[in-house]
């Protein structure tokens, strides 16, 4: 029997280990990426990988991570002061420039318990800058790095640093945010031993196995509040970056009692572009939908998964297998299954299920020679759009949604860092979807190159809008513009274009869907008048 | 010479009159519908003479009008294509796990926000000059609107303001505040620098008519306003920029703390503030902590503050089991009203009652005995509780006070480990009600070798509003990297700031020769977009290697640096009271023990010695268990504790 008092303490505990790792990491950091725009995430781990607690950062990593940890202890024998790096998406990863760090705690002579954390850097090689190539293979994604050792007791293994740096972009900016990375697994761990001596290791273990219970518990709470049955839904992917097929993705949820099973049969199979999630991330997204259900503290960890069965044919787009190329999998297939998760559960339970958020992370990568500077610029970021309306009221206007929630660039920061003009930055009015309560409104970002660069953009929603609910209309699709000499052009979801010094690019990111008939709240006016 | 400090709070509104090396302390309620009643009311009953008074005020005007979203009609103008900046903000949402999470709403609508065309750049280079005809056209707008205040925040104009001061003069003729972003914040950074503009121009005109108001009718002396950087400004400099004012109660206190700790030979403190909701808690090592990085009620406030991180748990904090069967206190709160079980008008079981139940207070002494507490309504509702727990009703109580204690503990480590300090080093300066309550746990939890608690600890904030200086705050982004330029040359460029700091000290009326002045740079690696804030001598750059050490584990020699931001304080002294040093006369406490209470410590219910804290004289030691009283706080000491009255009239309590 467990003490209410202590797992109140121990959850207060491990995840403020978790938020200090996080703060270490985002300070200690080079790029904008993961400065400002907090694209990472920090956790702990119990002896077995299973994930105790995180901070709460990206949503996208939740589910993942304990793979990339469980991958480290299976692959590499960790000494103490050992750190294993990693980024292989069929290894636990998501896509390569999401690197892992990994580091045994040690008490009393045994790797005790794990710290990890991910971050996304801004170039990790492959056939474009950034990274997040429109690609056929994960070999044309850049480096790819196995669960190997990058620190042996205390000690870099500088040859091993040496392969990934010159096979990135920016190896500069790549080593200070590794070596960012290091510093918070470090702080982790000597946070770790302190509190494995103020309590106790047998007092730490049991906690840990505790509160993986007490969040399985609300997990459970979640669970019953839905009738018991199936649910399912289908939607679609815009096309996989090569071709232009829609990409079919359909969800049966079965409730039962306390349990729930996601079964994911009858999807597409993974594609030959780069719109392929693996395993890990599936689990995440179906992982966010249940935690925004259950009750608001939950803690992020293990326990959370247990009632969950996710179904998910190998060789499909949402259990992908190697060599598939994955780049688009975590920032953009993710938001899909969130939103068939979605849709299916607002067949039982409406009052707690918005419309379709925009559904896209909308990113956009720059990169090229600075012609003025002579240096490699990358130059990646993410644009957020409209959220679904809900039951209750509209939707909220330029945000991200689900999987995401990184921050945008200052302006200020960024021109001053790169080779580009930001020429309008503003809510892209009447792109939520009308309803009894309107989605939230898209974004629209307009940059202009001052140098010739290669532009990579991987969105979706610019052929199938966000669906709204129970009358409410679908928000507008997105629109990809690109305005040189020649007149402007509309480009697809996604390309890779080389473009010219002085074109602009347009981006104007989808707006959620509406909630209930639009004229309805008219009509109700009109009865109670009558 | 007669000084006043004034601290405006939720119930009371607390005075410390300073006149001829005196301190007379009074509390009085306040009067939140216009709180210059109380303020004005209580300095009439000063029955000694009012000569050349000075009053020194810390208002909370600012900061309601922005939590209670009672502010002017306000309008922004921005680069055209940029007027959503301050809605979208930083396009991310409070709450990852929240399908129903909703966006703060942006202090000016859509329709009041207007775009101008101009555009410069980050060199400082005007692209397009503002084209003033179309600043007519605006004019009429903002009239048709009837707007009440104004802000104006345009792309990169810390990097040349030219083109806000053409708009500036254009609005001239509207005869209305006008916020400008380079005066109010020069930096970097467009959508905070907007975000502070627009909250000073929305918190104009109502600061403005309040601190007129209490001028026209303070005649015989001075007004000068609490700031949030730990100093204070003048009436009429804090009407044109009261954003400088938000949160300056809360900031008082962390001053009146250091400089009473500081005088009693600690310097290196944490701070304290356990209230009714929630718990403040500053660092302090060796000056005041000050953080650029502030936001409240959700909008970001970037003009420097002392740095104040507040977590939901105080002696009103509720506890509930939740979902899972897990204890928890707190966010929730009973605050005064209906307040505790004990108050015998609610029913959810608080702090309070469980340091009720088990004793550690006093129910004669709460509040001079003034409050009735009901024990019996506690013991039911703990019965309760605790049957549902499957605890003893002991340990229930013991849980509650675990669990906030575990809170308030994060909230340390936050000020404390996170920026890479030693809890250790410092000292715990306790004041607030409820702090004395549960300092000794929380000193022993973090291996904290001392907590401080002064006198009056209910009036600390009021008594930091004497103990503080004039302080003016400076700043300017300059993003330069560091090999271009020689040390001399980047003095050179503090040069501006520095004279805009002497003019207006002269207008505070501080001679130069009791002006002390502060140079330091936001300084990172060349590729990093955060700062570390270090002193700018000769020794600057190793200083920030040495820092960034301490806060990140890691420093680099070899990497090139760049300079983000100029800073200047200006601090100009001020005749304050001088804490008065008492003499131990070998006096035995025998004096202030005025019974044994039982108190459940440990699980064991054991004899504490009772005392009153009043009649203890310098030179006091008292040995844990022992429990003293005072009019508005209460200390608990444990058995492995020891409490020393030092010269000041400070209680020391260090652990065995």
Known sequence: MFDPIKLEIFKNIFSSLAEEMGVALCRASYSPNIK?????????????????????????????MPYSVKSAIKNATMDKGDVVILNDPFEGGTHLPDITMVSPVYVQDGPAFYVANRAHHADIGGMSPGSLPLSRDIFQEGVRIPPLRLVKKGVIQRDLLKVILANVRTPIEREGDLTAQLAAN?????RFIEVALRYGYHEVVDYMRELQDYAERMTVKAIQEIPDGGYSFEDYLDNDGLGDTPIKMCVNIRINGERAEI???????????????????????????????????????????????????????????????????????????????????????????????????????IGGLDSETNTIFTYYETIAGGSGATPEENGVDGVHCHMTNTMNTPIEALEYANPLRILRYEIRKGSGGSGRYRGGCGIRRDIQLLTDAEVTV????????????????????????????????????????????????????????????????????????? | MLRVGIDTGGTFTDF???????????????????????????????KGSPDGRQVIHGSTIATNTLLERKGAKTALITTMGFEDVLEIGRQTRSQLYNLFVRKTRPLVPGKLRFGVEERTLHTGE??????????????????????????????????????????????????????????????????????????NAYVYPIVERYISYLETRITDGRLSIMQSNGGYISAKRAKEEPIRTVLSGPAAGV?????????????????????????????????????????????????????????????????????????????????????????????????????LYLGRLVPGYFLGGDRALCLDNAKKAFKKLASSLCI?????????IDVANATMEGAIRVVSMEKGYDPREFTLVSFGGAGGLHACALARGLSIPRVLIPKNPGLLSAYGMLLADVVKDYSQSVLIRIDELKTEEIDALFKPLIERGMDEMSREKISVGSLLLEKCVDMRYVGQSYEILVPFNEAYVARFNELHETVYGYSDEKRPYEIVNLRVRMVGGVSKPSLKKGRSKGESPASALVGQERVVYRGESIPFDLYLRERLCPGNRLEGPAILVEYSSTLFLPPDFTCDVDLYGNLILSPY
């Open chain 1, 36 to 64: 400002e725009r907090r694209d990472y995430s920090c956790a702990i781990f119990d002896t077995c990988g299973d994930m105790v607690a995180q901070a709460a950062h990206l949503p996208v990593h939740m589910g993942s």
């Open chain 1, 186 to 190: 470090r702080l982790g761990e000597r």
């Open chain 1, 263 to 365: 079964d994911f049969t009858g999807s597409s199979p993974q594609t030959e572009g780069c719109m392929n999630a693996t395993f890990p991330i599936t689990q995440s997204a179906v992982y966010y939908v249940f935690r925004c259900l259950s009750p608001p503290d939950t803690p992020s960890n293990a326990g959370c998964m247990r009632p969950l069965k996710v179904v998910a044919p190998v060789g499909s787009v949402v259990n992908s297998r190697f060599p598939a190329a994955v780049a688009g999998g975590n920032v953009e297939v993710s938001q899909r299954i969130v939103d068939i998760l979605l849709g299916a559960l607002s067949g039982a339970i409406p009052h707690l299920i918005p419309a379709a958020s925009s559904g896209t992370m909308n990113n956009v990568t």
């Open chain 1, 458 to 530: 991987i969105s979706e929603r610019r052929k199938f809008s966000p669906y709204g609910l129970r009358g409410g209309l679908p928000g507008k699709v997105g629109e990809n513009i690109v305005i040189s000499r020649g007149g402007a052009r509309r480009l697809g979801s996604k390309f890779a274009i080389s473009a010219k010094r002085g074109d602009i690019i347009s981006i104007r990111t989808p707006g959620g869907g509406g909630v209930g008939c639009p004229d309805t709240e008219k009509q109700e006016q009109k009865q109670d008048q009558g």
């Open chain 2, 16 to 46: 410390i009159f300073y006149q001829d090396g005196e301190i007379h302390i009074m509390k009085i309620p306040s009067t939140p519908k216009n709180p210059a009643e109380a303020v004005l009311s209580g300095l009439n009953q000063w």
């Open chain 2, 126 to 199: 005007t692209l397009k000059k503002l084209d003033v005809a179309s600043v007519q056209d605006m004019v009429r707008k903002l009239k048709e609107e009837d707007v009440e205040s104004i802000a104006i925040c345009l792309l990169f104009s810390y990097a040349n303001p030219h083109n806000e001061l053409a708009l500036l003069q254009g609005l001239k003729e509207m005869e209305i505040p006008v916020s400008v972003s380079h005066r109010i914040l020069p930096e970097y950074r467009e959508y905070e620098r907007c975000s502070t503009t627009v909250v």
């Open chain 2, 255 to 355: 001053v009146g703390a250091f400089e009473i700790a500081k005088a009693s030979g600690y310097s290196n403190i944490i701070t304290l503030d356990m209230g009714g909701t929630s718990t403040d808690v500053s660092l302090c090592n060796a000056g005041l902590g000050i953080t650029t990085e502030s936001e409240i009620s959700g909008v970001p406030v970037k003009v420097p503050m002392i740095n104040i991180h507040t977590v939901g748990a105080g002696g009103g904090s509720i506890a509930h089991i939740d979902e899972g069967g897990s204890l928890r206190v707190g966010p929730q709160s009973a605050g005064a009203d209906p307040g505790p079980v004990c108050y015998c008008r609610a029913d959810n079981l608080t702090v309070t009652d469980a340091n």
């Open chain 2, 392 to 400: 003893s009703t002991q340990k229930t109580a013991d849980g509650i």
